[in-house]
């Protein structure tokens, strides 16, 4: 069993930055593929970005790829979502995730409760 909990969300402007964190519970940390997917109002949850530790892979939603960037710390068994660069439409629920076999359309074992981005013009 593994539990996630999300910290860092809030509101920022517009070109602004922020950085999740994920602090994981359990064990195997190091062996989940650990990501993230977000929910914007009224749309379906997408996913944003995932990282396995080995051997390493890093994958990113297209619209965040040059913006974002996920990295782990497994001695600490939290991942993070760093965001540079943030536009409006990054407004959403961001939901840390964990999974054996993720993909971008799911896979996911474990979910996090969610932190709200909230993304100003």
Known sequence: QVQLVESGGGLVQ????????????????????????????????EFVARMRWS???TYYLDSVK??????????KNTVYLHMDNLKPED???YYCAAGSTMTS????DYWGKGTLVTVSS
């Open 14 to 45: 517009a070109g602004g930055s922020l950085r999740l964190s994920c602090a994981a519970s359990g064990r195997s940390f190091s062996t989940y593929i650990m990501g993230w997917f977000r929910q914007a109002p009224g749309k379906e949850r």
């Open 105 to 108: 359309g799911g896979g996911v």
């Open 66 to 75: 040059d913006r974002f960037t996920i990295s782990r710390d497994n001695a």
């Open 55 to 57: 051997p390493p892979m």
């Open 91 to 93: 407004t959403a629920v």
